[in-house]
């Protein structure tokens, strides 16, 4: 019985220490090449570079991590937004793994020790609760991506749940889409196993006492579900409520959510 209890707590040490490499190695990439690529006038193969950059990051730590990701249906390349329910930051390394993107996170992120610092200076597009000002110019660089050809992510609930529930999707998120024109890919995400109870970041959790839980899990299984494209060419409340009961089927199909919902 103790040679189990060790295994686990050795295993839980490798992990922090590559997850503080990752981190160390993150920082440095922000500092040094990142200014590099996302700073060239019309630089869109530097940017492109960049995303494809992040993305390896987060399939390192997926592998890092043990992240199981077992994905229904495909991501679709000519979807310009990627909109999801929200469970927990795994979700973000999880998805962003699969695809170069660009992440809309709310403004708190970017207070996250170390993790705030990377999101911020890899691109991410932050959102002010309350600032209605700020929230336009972030609207315009949206659609100002969308129109370049950049795929962004984010999710419409605005929150975290503990997977049990799809929130509602809040209208005004998909607005640059629709001033874009891009099609809209909803993905329904959930965890199984052990996971299920521990990868949910919910209410007033701290990002590194959860980290520490997350690490002492032997393998993560989460489940992504890309549905069918959605033309944002439709009234906004309407591509909302859609996006939100695809994801919704798509967790009835798997058991996650109750029939009744």
Sequence with gaps: MVKPCYSDLCLSFLKAVFIIGLLLCGVIIVITIMPLLLNVPGGRKSALLAQQICSCWRKTACRILNIHTHITGAPCSTAGLVVANHISWLDIIAIGAQQPMIFIAKQEVSEWPVMGFLAANIGTLFVSRGDGAETRRTAEKMIWELRAGKRLMLFPEGTTTRGDQVLRFHPRLFHPAQQAQVLVQAVSV????????????????????????????????????????????????????????????????DEVVKKAE
């Design 190 to 253: 959930h965890y199984s196993g052990a996971a299920k109870e521990v990868a949910p970041f919910v209410g007033d959790d701290a990002f590194v006492p959860h980290l520490l839980k997350v690490i002492q899990l032997r393998r993560i299984d989460l489940h992504l579900h890309y549905c069918t494209p959605l033309s944002s060419v439709q009234e906004r409340n309407r591509l909302a409520q859609s996006a939100r009961a695809q994801i919704i089927d798509a967790l009835q199909m």
